[in-house]
């Protein structure tokens, strides 16, 4: 089978603050994921796909279903049911282990629960006394994306499994009073289009970043990504060898900002601005403050710098807040324009 080649997450023309939100996330996953909310046709489902040649590479047990590093060996191991991992389980001998990209998990359109979570087979288990698991989509995505389009149009039960899962690192499933539980750290990415209809408040808080994107008016960008995209498909390779430099430089930066983040810092004055701006424009609850605090980190992890500086706050508040601020029925979420505009005058009030 032909590989697919893909886009070149570099070659995107413009969209800067959807880039930069999912760059965030592959730096810092406990950012939680980001909702991406824009009219068809600009490059969301493009730049999500786009970001695999970026990820890291990680070590994983080879053949393993649930995506296990080495060191995670554990009940998942003993049910997991493959034949290879119980004869070396029982001669004590470590996993066999591979090193491969993260992996970028799309979620189908129309995919039933079991299908995300997984099933268990509960014969086998009434039988044998033996739990034995099916993997779903979150045991793939583990350590990896999970990338769900046109999010909005998905059943809310299975939004909130998904959102539940990225939230506990971990996927539980019950049947017929059996439960099996299995690690699903993974990065949570969605696309929706809001003319298709949005998001429930409770659901949209979830998601650590959002950012909404448009068509460019720029006459020149547009010509741009005209003959760009032209050069991508009348020859894939060659335009992936094009940008291949400029991709590895940007897949650099993001292993750089991976070690400065756990040594960033932040001065106690700027966690009194965070949550000033949370109160400034009436984010319910303590989701926000956290999210903005963990975005800034990143930034300035990115940026190359081991202290958060207040540029990296007001940024942190254009990515975390808007689809968190207090709105009424039928108002749309809050433009970065419209928030900072907020953050401001809410600022000089005091």
Known sequence: MKERITYPFAAITGQQRM??????N????????????????????????????????????RGCPFQLAPGERGEVCVACGRQECRERLSRGEPPEVVKRQTAVVELPIGATEDRVVGTLDLEHALQH???????????????GILYVDEVN??????????????????????????????????????????EEGELRPQLLDRFGLCVTVEGTRDPAQRVEIIERRSQFEQSPALFVSHWKNES???????????????SVIVDRELLFDIAKSCLQVGVDGHRGDIVMLKT?????????????????IEEAAALALPHRVRRQPLQDIASDVELRRSVAEGAARQ
């Open 19 to 24: 880039k930069l939100a999912l760059i965030l």
């Open 26 to 61: 592959i730096i810092n996953p406990s950012i939680s994921g980001v909702l991406i909310r824009g009219e068809k046709g600009t490059a969301k489902s493009t730049a999500v796909r786009g970001l695999a040649e970026l990820l890291p590479v990680l070590e994983v047990v």
């Open 129 to 143: 006394g033996v739990k034995r698991f099916e993997p779903g989509l979150l045991a793939t995505a583990h350590r």
């Open 153 to 194: 149009l998905l059943d809310d039960h299975v939004v909130d499994v998904l959102l539940d899962s990225a939230a506990m690192s971990v996927n539980t499933v019950e049947r017929e009073g059996i439960s099996f539980s299995h690690p699903a750290r993974f990065t949570l990415v969605g696309t929706m289009n809001p």
């Open 248 to 262: 590895q430089r940007v897949a650099e930066e993001i292993a750089r900002a991976i070690e400065i983040y756990p």
């Open 296 to 312: 800034a980190k990143t930034l300035a992890a990115y940026h190359g710098r081991q202290q958060v500086c207040r540029e990296d």
